[in-house]
């Protein structure tokens, strides 16, 4: 299956700090990147799609201003927490679908504020 | 998207058939059938997916009802590394997939 990679896979910040994700889609471009975030023992919730050169559309309930996103490339999207709390320590993971109908993940990025 | 129902916990013994349910009654035409996993800690894994015809990889095996309502995803030999959450989601493309719950399969020696 083509390759989704995702960087760091593990982060530590401290409270009030800015920390960014990326996410490579390495072996196709991809026109549409989800990002998802999933907490202990619960699904995966998307938080927002973003579509390159354009700006992300969020889920209802995700602060656009605390999650920045950027697509600027077709293979490549960040997600940026800002000002981060501990309230935010999750797992955050990334898709990039190609045309065909299947959606490919990063292998997430652990967040932990302390 | 249609709303998909899966039993919570399944247990296989590791060599036999893992047959993992999914009801989709409320599935579209344009709507695909997609499974993915998820292994602890890891993001998702691409599994299979199909429209109306069973599909197989070299992964598993997607068998689809007639009226489409249900599938069943078939591991023909599971083994001790397929244990995982398993989702099944029904998606029209373009779009982003939402998870439920999933099946959390557990494979026994």
């Known amino acids: 299956g083509a390759v989704v990679s995702q960087h760091p896979s593990r982060v530590i910040c401290k409270s009030g700090t800015s920390v960014k994700i990326e996410c490579r889609s390495l072996?196709?471009?991809?026109?549409?990147m989800f990002w998802y975030r999933q907490f202990p023992k619960k699904s995966l919730m998307l938080m927002a799609t973003s579509n390159e050169g354009s700006k992300a559309t969020y889920e209802q309930g995700v602060e656009k201003d605390k999650f920045l996103i950027n697509h600027a490339s077709l293979t490549l999207s960040t997600l940026t927490v800002t000002s981060a709390h501990p309230e935010d320590s999750s797992f955050y993971i990334c898709?990039?679908?190609?045309?065909?109908?299947?959606?490919?993940f990063g292998q997430g990025t652990r967040l932990t504020v302390v | 998207d249609a709303k998909t129902t899966q039993p919570p916990s399944m247990d296989c013994a590791e060599g036999r058939a893992a047959n993992l349910p999914c009801n989709h009654s409320t599935i579209s035409g344009n709507e695909y059938v997609y499974w993915y996993r998820q292994i602890h800690s890891q993001g998702p894994q691409y599994i299979i997916h199909?429209?109306?015809n069973n599909e197989t990889n070299e992964m598993a095996s997607l068998i689809i009802t007639e009226d489409r309502k249900s599938s069943t995803l078939i591991l023909p030999h599971a083994t001790l590394r397929d244990t995982a959450v398993y989702y099944c989601?029904?998606?029209?493309?373009?779009?982003?997939?939402?998870f439920g719950k999933g099946t959390s399969l557990l494979v026994t020696p």
């Open positions: 072996d196709f471009q991809a026109t549409t």
């Open positions: 989601i029904g998606l029209s493309s373009g779009y982003a997939l939402n």
């Open positions: 898709s990039a679908k190609r045309q065909l109908p299947e959606a490919f």
């Open positions: 199909g429209l109306k």
